[in-house]
């Protein structure tokens, strides 16, 4: 049988303000359905991170929607586990309605225990979790999560008869260790506070398919992370992405990989100001390195408006203690109160305020100023 390992989609993610729903809806439709339909698969495994935040956009929750209704269309069972961005109450609704139609989707300690059965291959879906919900489940009394997660493996109670795949959403180190674990930036905020586990954990199965590590890279002799699907960080601009296409045969595990082409890719632009406006226009997300010895007013909206519409970020290197360009840090003093938290709204959560919402905001701001306003 043949399955095709993904993760870390983070669904809702933003790009140095840049909305990437474009980019994932195109990832989704245009590079996984596509792929799964060419290669003949009907099993794909979602490792995790399905979305950016715990309280995704709702335009996110609807392009998991659209895209979970075309995979039941097209006869594709997913497995889905959440990750360290997901919360598991939001994404476990409704999921005994969606295994009746092969879309899978576990979030917890029991759902770890029961595999998936697709052809003779044996399933295990373990979600992001530390050892106190171990402990919380089973009563005891673990302080670290590799003895949890070597406690977990026991309760699986393995048939070594049968191919048994474990999808992980887990930071599982190398034989080296950390040291030994590429890493990217965009992940790097969560994964110093996330207990680790050795691979040898889980030696025992055929496949492992890991998610929460963005570089694609071997942990183990059958442990892997695919990493994810979009650079969402600048040092991720020189990184290939590409699909993990799993084939389990005669009890063994054969890796295949297939590129992932963008519909807009991550680049690095460097050179003096005046050189790096003149280059050929892109629609890609673009890093800017200026060889300038001091800052150059307005470049962000000079480069935007002159070829890189999707600037993300200005870097001088030239310059010490400069990182990035001065009119990336707006000048607050001259916006009022309401239309900050209007714009860090936006920001973080990735739809604008409601009319509610921005009203009683402002009862909220009035009181805070000692006003007297009052809604109707």
Avoid: W
Avoid at 19 to 48: C, M, N, T, W, Y
Avoid at 252 to 258: A, G, M, S, V
């Amino acid at each position: 049988m043949k399955f095709l390992h993904i993760s870390d989609l983070h669904l809702g993610k933003r790009l140095h303000g840049f909305s990437l729903l474009d980019d994932q809806r195109f990832f989704l439709f245009d590079r996984v359905l596509p792929l799964l339909k060419e290669e003949g698969i009907h099993v794909l495994v979602i490792a995790g991170d399905i979305y950016d935040a715990a309280i995704p956009p709702q335009e996110a929750v609807i392009l998991l929607d659209e895209f979970l209704f075309h995979c039941v269309q097209d006869d594709i069972e997913v497995l889905m586990i959440s990750g360290n961005h997901d919360s598991s109450d939001r994404l476990s609704y409704g999921s005994r309605i969606f295994a009746s139609k092969a879309i899978h989707i576990a979030t917890s300690v029991e759902d770890a225990l029961h595999p998936i059965v697709i052809e003779g291959v044996n399933f295990y879906l373990l979600p992001f979790m530390k050892h106190h919900d171990v402990n919380g489940h089973f009563k005891t009394e673990f302080k670290d999560y590799a003895s949890a997660a070597s406690f977990m493996v026991e309760q699986m109670h393995l048939d070594l008869s049968v191919p048994n795949v474990l999808v992980a959403h887990q930071l599982v180190l190398p034989e080296g260790g950390e040291d030994a674990l590429i890493r990217s930036k965009s992940e790097e905020a969560t994964v110093g506070a996330i207990p680790n586990i050795p691979s040898e954990i889980f030696k025992d199965f055929t496949y492992v398919a890991l998610g929460h590590i963005h570089k694609p890279q071997k942990v183990g002799a059958n442990a892997y992370f695919c990493g994810c699907p979009i650079k969402y960080h600048v040092d991720e601009a020189k990184n290939e992405k590409h699909f993990n296409i799993v084939t389990i045969e005669n009890g063994k595990f054969t890796l295949e990989t297939r590129p992932i082409v963008p519909l807009h890719d991550l680049v690095i632009e460097e050179g003096m100001f005046e050189d790096v406006i003149r280059r050929s226009p892109s629609e890609d997300y673009v890093a800017v390195v200026l060889k300038d010895d001091v800052p150059v007013e307005g470049a962000m909206d000079k480069i935007r408006a002159a070829n890189f519409k999707r600037c993300v970020a200005i870097d001088y290197p030239n310059i010490g203690g400069v990182d990035l360009d001065l009119d990336e840090t707006p000048d607050i003093s001259s916006e009022p109160p309401e239309v900050l938290l209007e714009k860090f709204y936006e920001n973080v959560m990735g739809n604008p305020l409601t009319d509610y919402q921005k009203q009683t905001a402002m009862e909220l701001l009035e009181k805070a100023k000692g006003g007297t306003h009052e809604a109707d």
